[in-house]
C-alpha cells in the first residue's frame, strides 16, 4: 500500500477535528426584553439577542409560530394578545447555526381586572413572627405570582378558590418592602391579569431598612423554577416598566466562555497544521526511501553479471 493513503486518510481526519471544533464552540446566545418582560397591554417592548462581536447573521423567532425575523432585535411598538409567548434566537457563522438561546416568556398583562393583596394579621410585623400575604381575584383563577419589589423573581403560595396564601415566616428586616400579585388561567399562561394594589409590608422594632440588608431569594422550589425567564431585577411598579431580565448586559464584552473556547480552537488549528506538515513530510521521505530500495536490487543484479565469453584467436 503506498504511505500517501495513510497520510492523507490522518490529514482528512485532521480537518474534520477542526471543523467539529469550530462548530462546537459557538455559545448560546442571550435573549432579553426591555424594559420587562412583564408589558401592559398598548405599551413597547424590545427584545434583543446579544451574542458574539462578528456574527453573519442573527434570527429571532416566536415559538409555535412560524414567525420569524433575521435581525438581532424585535419591536413590538404596542403590545397585544397575540404577542404573547415564548420566544428564542439564534445566529450564523458561516454556515452553522448556534445553539438556540434560552426561552423567553413574554406576559402581555392587563387582560384580566387587577387581584386585591392584603396582610394578615397585618401589615406591620414584628421581628420573628409569621405574617401572610392574600392574594384574591373575582375570577376563578389557578394561578397567583407575588413580586417583591428587589427580589429576583416571584413566590409560590398555597393555591385556594379565588386566590392564594403566601406565608412569610419569622419575618426579618429584609422582608420589609412593597409586593405585588398577579392572577391567570394555566390554559392562557402568557396572559396575566394587572397587578394588584402595592402592599407595603413594614417590621417594627427593627432598625435597618430594607435597602440596608440583603433580600432574601426565593427558593428553588419557588414559582421563577417554572418560569425561569420572568425575573425581575429592579423596583415594581404599577407600571411594570421598571421590572427586567438581564441575561447579558448590552455593550459588555463577550464571556469567558467564549474566548477561551476560540483559544482552543485556535491552538487545535496550529497544532494540526503542525501535524499536517509533519506527516506530509514522514510520508515524502518514506516514499523516497521505497523507491530506493526497489532500485537497489537491479543494481546490484546488474554488477554480479557474468562476462561474455572471448573470442577465439
Known amino acids: 500500500m503506498s504511505p500517501a493513503l495513510p497520510t492523507f486518510f490522518c490529514l482528512g481526519l485532521c480537518v474534520l477535528r477542526v471543523i467539529q471544533a469550530q462548530i462546537g464552540s459557538f455559545p448560546k446566545p442571550s435573549l432579553q426584553a426591555q424594559p420587562s418582560s412583564l408589558v401592559a397591554l398598548e405599551q413597547s417592548v424590545t427584545l434583543r439577542c446579544q451574542g458574539p462581536r462578528v456574527v453573519d447573521l442573527y434570527r429571532m423567532e416566536k415559538l409555535k409560530s412560524e414567525e420569524y425575523k433575521d435581525q438581532d432585535f424585535l419591536l413590538i411598538p404596542r403590545m397585544k394578545i397575540n404577542n404573547a409567548g415564548r420566544y428564542r434566537c439564534s445566529y450564523q457563522n458561516g454556515s452553522h447555526w448556534s445553539p ?21 394579621p397585618s401589615s406591620a410585623v414584628p421581628p420573628g413572627r409569621d405574617v401572610t400575604l392574600k392574594c384574591q381575584s373575582p375570577k376563578s383563577f389557578d394561578q397567583f405570582v407575588l413580586y417583591k419589589e428587589g427580589d429576583t423573581g ?14 412569610i415566616t419569622k419575618v426579618t428586616a429584609a422582608h420589609s418592602g412593597t409586593y405585588q400579585c398577579y392572577s391567570f388561567s394555566s390554559s392562557f399562561p402568557y396572559l396575566w391579569s394587572a397587578p394588584s ?29 417554572r418560569r425561569p425567564s420572568i425575573l425581575p431585577t429592579t423596583k415594581i411598579s404599577i407600571t411594570e416598566k421598571s421590572m427586567n431580565i438581564t441575561v ?22 496550529r497544532i494540526c497544521l503542525g501535524a499536517m506538515i509533519i506527516i506530509f513530510l514522514v510520508g515524502l521521505l518514506v516514499e523516497h526511501w521505497h523507491s530506493r530500495k526497489k532500485c537497489l536490487p537491479h543494481r546490484i543484479r546488474a554488477v554480479q553479471r557474468p562476462l561474455p565469453p572471448l573470442p577465439l584467436a
Open 100 to 120: 438556540p438561546s434560552d426561552h423567553l416568556e413574554l406576559i402581555a398583562t392587563g387582560i384580566y381586572s387587577k387581584p386585591s393583596l392584603s396582610a394578615h
Open 154 to 167: 416571584p413566590y409560590k403560595g398555597t393555591k385556594r378558590w379565588y386566590g392564594a396564601d403566601f406565608l
Open 197 to 225: 394594589d402595592p402592599l407595603v409590608l413594614v417590621v417594627t422594632g427593627s432598625s435597618a431598612t430594607p435597602s440596608q440588608v440583603p433580600m432574601e431569594a426565593p427558593s428553588p422550589t419557588t414559582e421563577a423554577s
Open 248 to 269: 447579558s448586559p448590552e455593550g459588555s464584552s463577550p464571556p469567558f466562555g467564549f474566548s477561551h473556547q476560540h483559544y482552543v480552537k485556535r491552538n487545535l488549528i
